[in-house]
């Protein structure tokens, strides 16, 4: 499976941006689904997560009820919407998928990963 993240940019705080990490490959749609980030000299963080349904997710804390998480199995796309960003928001933004119905939020533990896309918030 590989995955291509996308959507990122330059935006200002209060402003809204949706990420998509697009799967090639089989077993998509079976996979936990999740993004994480990095920001300047620091270390990858979880952001959010999807079960392989889509029936759950979970969030971090400092962007609960900000962003949301889902996916589109049929067209194997997984989606970052992202409001109300602010400028602690700012990092490389990274899809993950787990080749296992295990749902985590230790980037360690996740088999495949995007590129990543640049999300800056300007304040």
């Known amino acids: 499976v590989q995955l291509q993240a996308s959507g990122g940019g330059l935006v200002q705080a209060g402003d809204s941006l949706r990420l998509s990490c697009a799967a090639s490959g089989r077993g998509f749609s079976n996979y936990p689904m999740a993004w994480f980030r990095q920001g300047p000299g620091g270390e990858r963080e979880f952001v959010a997560l999807i079960t392989w349904s889509g029936g759950s997710t979970a969030y971090d804390d400092s962007v609960e009820g900000r962003f949301t998480i889902s996916r589109d199995n049929a067209k194997n796309t997984v989606y970052l919407q992202m409001n109300s960003v602010k400028p602690e928001d700012t990092a490389i933004y990274y899809c993950?998928?787990?080749?296992?119905?295990?749902?985590?939020?230790?980037?360690?533990?996740?088999?495949?990963w995007g590129q990543g896309t640049q999300v800056t918030v300007s304040s």
């Open positions: 993950a998928g787990k080749a296992a119905p295990i749902v985590t939020t230790t980037p360690g533990l996740y088999d495949y």
